[in-house]
Each structure stands twice: as structure tokens, then as C-alpha cells.
């Protein structure tokens, strides 16, 4: 492969590949270790792939998922052994959402987004991780840029996937709030699967993947818990703006924007395309990356795993790592970071 700036990981023609699907995880299961760290706001349970002691990525999910769901087989697809044996990787589940979890008790107040934020923290201090690689998706997408925007020198870089920067719209709250109250008064509803299926696939993936879409049905029928679920979709419902702003060279004027490298990656048929093309707009250009997965709705780790594997590979070789795997694309380095992250 010749050597390629990271932008150009836009036009990036690889082959097509089999879908993943949700419910292939129990021999997966087996290669983790599970930790339940304590936090200022409950325990929360963390699931640990990879080997020890080498470089660290922190994963976090959307809502109606939980590691599992959000990163398991994207981690066990065979291409992405490399990631396996040269990363070590933390696995976050907010809390309430790991499998099988009991209803979160009644006097319980679930964590803000940036109270989240905060518990990546405290997880990360828990491991003794002095700096990290994050990799989210939707809610765990922007809970890992609030976390790197307050602490920019723990974070190397960012793989965000499906990341809605700006607070949530009339016509999602209104879904949103009656998908909550439905959860705590009826459980999960064919409403609530219907919005949570547009959610994660959109409109083409949900009509056309048909075998997809009845494994994740599947999953969060027999693995989310629906009470502990409507009160993670009501933080995310309540979200505030990330006012990050992309620098202008042109003036001194300070924003607050991401000071890391970042790979934001979106289905071409995502339900959320237009609000990532919006967050991209946010980024500084000469650090960050955006990547149009072709043939995908808005789970594209599951529908295209190869095309969003070679799209972190290349983006990793920037970052110096798997080098010795295709040719290094020139690498990116990140400015200089302080607190708060202002550019």
C-alpha cells in the first residue's frame, strides 16, 4: 500500500465482508476478566481484553448496548487480532447496563454525561493508565470527548463512532422521552425496540439486513434490563452541547476544541450522518479524520467491520503503532495540552 495521508481514509476501496452479529459472544466471554470498580457514583463493571501491560484503549457504548453488544465482535473479527495482541483494552458498561444487572435502586441518580465522563476517570486511575487510545460509539462516543476535552494529556487519541456533538433536537426528545417512560411503566415495548432499532441501523440497514437486526432485537431482550436502560437513554436525552469549535488559524482568539487525534467514522446511511458531518465541521482538519463507511446504516462496526478495521489500522499507523503491517501513513502528532483543552 503506498503511503497516504489520513484524510484520505474517505476513499478507501476495500473488500466487502460478512456482517457480525450480536449473539456469537460466549466463547468471547472467556478471553475477558471482569472488575467491578467502585466510583464516586456507584460501581461500574469493566471488562478487560487483550494483553497486559501494553497500550491502552478505553471503549465505551451507546445506548440499548453494552460492551458486548457495542464492541465484542468487532474486536473478535479475525482481522483485528493485531488490536488483541498489541493493545490491552477496558471495556466500560455504565452503570446498570452489563448483563443480567438487577434494577439500579429507586433512590439511585443516574450520572449526567459528564458525571460519566468523570467515572472514565476513575476507572482509568483505577487500572493506573497514564494515558489511553478511546474508542466510543454514540453516547460512549461523546462521553469519551467530554473526558478528553478536561483531561487532554490522558488521552492519546480518539476512534469515535457515530458522534452527535450538539444536544439532542424536539423530535428526538419526544421519542426519547416516551421511549423512558415506557421502559419504567411497560418494559420493552415494540415501540421502544422500533426506536431503538432506528437508532443503531436506520432505515435501509433495519429493512435489508434482516438477520442483523433480529440478533440485536434479540440482545436487548435478553440482556438489557429495561428500567436500569430508560435511565441511561434519559442522560443521553438530557446531553448538553460539547461546545468544541474548530480553531481559526487566522485569529488568537482560544476555542475549546478536541487536542487529540480523531477518527470520527459514520454509516453512509446512518440515521446520524448529518449531525456527524456537523461535529466534523467542529474539528480542527489538521488533526482529525472522517470516514464514510459505504454499505452501512449506523452500526458500521457491525455491518462493515473490515472497512472500519482498515480505516483504525491506518489511523493507528499515524499514531505510530501495528507499523509493521501495511506502510505508515505520515504520522500526526497532537499540539502541546494543558487544562482545559483550548485552541
Known sequence: ??????????????????????????????????????????????????????????????????????????????????????????????????????????????????????????????????????????????????????HPTKVEALVLVELVASNGGWIEWGYQKLCVRQLQNKGLTTFVEDYLLWHHFGKKTKEENLDLVHSFKQSIQSVLNPRNLSLFINSYLQRTDLQIHRPDKTTSKKVLCLKCPALLITGATSPHQDDVVNTNARLDPEISTYFSVSESGGMPLEEQPHKVATSVFLFLQGLGYLTHLHAKPPKVTPPATREPSVC
Open 1 to 150: 500500500m503506498d503511503e497516504r495521508p489520513l484524510v484520505s481514509l474517505t476513499s478507501v476501496d476495500v473488500q466487502e465482508s460478512e456482517p457480525r452479529v450480536f449473539d456469537n459472544h460466549e466463547a468471547f466471554n472467556s478471553l475477558l476478566s471482569e472488575h467491578d470498580v467502585e466510583t464516586s457514583r456507584g460501581k461500574v463493571r469493566v471488562s478487560r481484553q487483550g494483553k497486559d501491560k501494553k497500550p491502552a484503549i478505553v471503549t465505551f457504548h451507546d445506548i440499548g448496548q453494552n460492551h458486548t453488544s457495542a464492541f465484542l465482535g468487532f474486536f473478535n473479527f479475525t482481522e483485528n487480532r493485531p488490536l488483541l495482541d498489541h493493545f490491552c483494552i477496558y471495556h466500560i458498561d455504565a452503570p446498570g447496563q452489563e448483563e443480567d444487572s438487577d434494577n439500579l435502586p429507586e433512590e439511585y441518580q443516574f450520572p449526567t454525561l459528564d458525571e460519566l465522563s468523570d467515572m472514565v476517570g476513575e476507572v482509568v486511575h483505577f487500572f493506573g493508565l497514564k494515558r489511553f487510545i478511546g474508542f466510543g460509539v454514540g453516547a460512549g462516543a461523546n462521553i469519551l470527548s467530554r473526558y478528553a476535552l478536561w
